[in-house]
């Protein structure tokens, strides 16, 4: 048994309590009004949602659309960076082409500037022949200089600063 250490100040003794209390069912009161008979409804009822739950799953909406929107971009940067490898590789395709067909023209310009080959395409594309003795004239030059020294004297004017120059108006020169 357990006591309970409540007092009471009368002349009566302590109040012993049981252990356990007996759960009291309540019933519902019968009403006297009638009873209206009620459809029974076609549709299950709908859950009605709570702010706190709409808030949340607007939450994970707008988590999932950051998410998407993120790979979206770096898809996007990735295939622009594919695209700018692709034309530098083309690019630099092309710049090998070239710089081969430019070393074959180097190649050719060198084999034509050979003086047989000079002298193969004057014979041939030109008509030209090489001297025999039959065209060379030779002319004889007096050792006389025609060279006339000039009449006129002419003067050399030296950069000067303004101070020099000044300075020869006041002596006279």
Known sequence: MAYSNRYQYET????????????????????TAKKIKEEPKKYPKKKIKSKRQIKSQLKIIGYVVVVFSILLAISYRN????????????????????EKENEQLQVNIENNL???????????????????SSQKVYVNLPKQDYIEPATEEIKKEENTNWLKKIIKIFIGK
């Open 114 to 132: 050979n003086l047989k080959t000079v002298e193969q395409s004057a014979q041939e594309q030109l008509g030209m022949q090489k001297l025999n």
């Open 12 to 31: 009566s003794p302590r109040k012993l309590e049981p252990e356990y209390r007996p759960i009291k069912k309540k019933y519902p009161k019968k009403s």
């Open 79 to 98: 295939s622009l960076i594919n695209e700018n490898f692709a034309q530098i590789k083309k690019l630099r395709a092309d710049l090998a082409s070239i």
